[in-house]
């Protein structure tokens, strides 16, 4: 059964730091692109950044892009969004996904997605 587990979220004030871990578990996604979205009750889940198989493509939202940083570990099977200058903005349960296809794309729409973590919370107060 294949897993995605997210961890590092918590409470921090605004302009802290916090570092989100998803550890892929059941198969590998060495080959796969892996993408990092947020989502606030009743709003759309949003896209926050996504990394290629490779590690040689990366995208974040404008939201975020400056302050928000994607990496993967293909030998330990997990990718993680390390988080700067945080704002309360970025108040959202934060999700890691894998996309099942196999290429050098990175996608950046929710639904092109085929497995899905259960979310970390992450609050940032003012």
């Known amino acids: 059964q294949v897993q995605l587990a997210e961890s590092g979220g918590g409470l921090v004030q605004a302009g802290r730091s916090l570092r989100l871990s998803c550890e892929a578990s059941?198969?590998?996604?060495?080959?796969?692109?892996m993408g990092w979205f947020r989502q606030v009750p009743g709003t759309e889940r949003e896209f926050v950044a996504v990394i290629n198989w490779s590690g040689g493509i990366t995208y974040y939202a404008d939201s975020v892009k400056g302050r928000f940083t994607i990496s993967r570990d293909n030998a330990k099977n997990t990718v993680t969004l390390q988080m700067n200058s945080l704002k309360p903005e970025d108040t959202a349960v934060y999700y890691c996904?894998?996309?099942?296809?196999?290429?050098?794309?990175?996608?950046?729409?929710?639904?092109?997605?085929?497995?899905w973590g259960q979310g970390t919370q992450v609050t940032v107060s003012s």
């Open positions: 996904a894998a996309d099942n296809d196999y290429g050098l794309g990175a996608p950046v729409k929710w639904y092109e997605y085929d497995y």
């Open positions: 059941g198969r590998t996604f060495i080959s796969n692109a």
